[in-house]
């Protein structure tokens, strides 16, 4: 069990749990590959921060990216960027890899790309590396709340 898992049990959220192979900067591509799996289908955490140092998840489709510049206008900030990883893994206390929006070291905020509401469940990390779990879409939604932004360009 992981955080993240521990989390979705408590909240009674339903999710079946898929492992794979990690590769080192494999990302999306090789989870979705070793499941079976449409990478859009996938979904990456990503802990970016502000002009402030404040730290904000992301939620994006793993085949695509985020525009930072067009995040930090829907979300009224001056300036975001991706968080080191020593820095991700002290706000989230996941490693790199292995990171969830579920049962995080802190309560952060979460965005998420808008278009991955029209999904109705998604794979996204369990909270290590080599794990994810599937889960409705909405019930992720209602447990996260997440602000829903158009952030997403072709990666």
């Known amino acids: ?16 749990e898929h492992s794979y192979d990690y590769v ?4 999306t591509a090789v989870s979705a590959e070793s499941l079976g799996v449409p990478e859009h289908e996938v979904v990456k955490t990503l802990v970016m921060q502000d002009e402030q140092g404040k730290p904000l998840i992301v939620l994006m489709h793993g085949d695509r990216k985020v525009s930072t510049k067009n995040l930090a206008r829907q979300a009224g900030r001056k300036s975001i960027e991706p968080c080191r990883p020593e820095v991700a893994q002290r706000h989230t206390g996941y490693q790199v890899g292995g990171t ?15 278009s991955i509401t029209v999904l ?8 290590r590396r080599g794990l994810l779990v599937r889960i409705k879409t909405q019930e992720l939604v209602s447990v996260l709340k997440p602000q829903l932004v158009e952030v997403a360009q072709e990666a």
Request: hydrophobic share 35%; glycine share 16%; aromatic share 12%.
């Open 120 to 127: 109705p469940a998604i794979y996204i990390n369990g909270g």
């Open 1 to 16: 069990m992981t955080p993240a898992t521990a989390f979705l049990r408590a909240h009674g959220i339903g999710f079946t």
């Open 24 to 27: 080192e900067h494999g990302g």
């Open 100 to 114: 969830s929006p579920f049962g995080t070291r802190k309560p952060l905020p979460v965005f998420m790309e808008r």
